[in-house]
T-cell receptor
Framework: AQSVTQLDSQVPVFEEAPVELRCNYS??????LFWYVQYPNQGLQLLLK??????LVKGINGFEAEFNKSQTSFHLRKPSVHISDTAEYFC?????????FGAGTRLFVKA | DSGVTQTPKHLITATGQRVTLRCSPR?????VYWYQQSLDQGLQFLIQ???????AKGNILERFSAQQFPDLHSELNLSSLELGDSALYFC??????????FGAGTRLSVL
């Protein structure tokens, strides 16, 4: 069985500050890991993915995430956020045929 | 544009009625997934089809059913609608690799 926990439901941050959105997972099998972003009134869009190889994954819009197998984490980071990054972010884990999504983290970027 | 098309974009209906939501996956994708997103429940996986066959089932009510047709498009049927069924319904498709491309969603309002 797999599970995903996003540790923060909301993260407020000022523009140009760094941000980290935390994600922990559990799984009994090897997994693929993803971050999706959902802007208001839109569907989910793939931000980045970890399938294998380098544990530091770079995605779109300046985001990156690091896969840490020993801590079963896949935290999302951005060194300097913009107002336009305000959205909901979902961590997801895929193993076998199922993909499990976390509850989401709402990122608020303030001017 | 994700390449996944959902129709209609909005649907307003009354309690007790039945509706059908339609999804056309990205060209070449054999897997189709359905999700329900509401404010109180978050993003809930409903069901997955792969090349016409049911592959995985999530929190799908008995009043809901889905199918995937030979041309790979999928329909989600919701019957005996209740106020609590009001939500955004997303379809996603994927090829091998696990990550999913999401449609823009159908917003269902049950009055």
């Amino acid at each position: 069985a797999q599970s995903v926990t996003q540790l923060d439901s909301q993260v407020p941050v000022f523009e140009e500050a760094p941000v980290e959105l935390r994600c922990n997972y559990s799984s009994s099998v090897s997994v693929y890991l993803f971050w999706y972003v959902q802007y208001p009134n839109q569907g989910l869009q793939l931000l980045l993915k970890y399938l294998s190889g380098s544990t530091l994954v770079k995605g779109i819009n300046g985001f990156e995430a690091e896969f840490n197998k020993s801590q079963t984490s896949f935290h999302l980071r951005k060194p300097s956020v913009h107002i336009s990054d305000t959205a909901e972010y979902f961590c997801a884990v895929s193993g076998g045929f199922k993909t499990i999504f976390g509850a989401g983290t709402r990122l608020f970027v303030k001017a | 544009d994700s390449g996944v098309t959902q129709t209609p974009k909005h649907l307003i209906t009354a309690t007790g009625q039945r509706v059908t939501l339609r999804c056309s996956p990205r060209s070449g994708d054999l897997s189709v997934y359905w999700y329900q997103q509401s404010l109180d429940q978050g993003l809930q996986f409903l069901i997955q089809y792969y090349n016409g066959e049911e592959r995985a089932k999530g929190n799908i009510l008995e009043r809901f059913s889905a199918q995937q047709f030979p041309d790979l498009h999928s329909e989600l049927n919701l019957s005996s609608l209740e106020l609590g069924d009001s939500a955004l319904y997303f379809c996603a498709s994927s090829s091998r690799g696990g990550f999913q491309y999401f449609g823009a969603g159908t917003r269902l309002s049950v009055l």
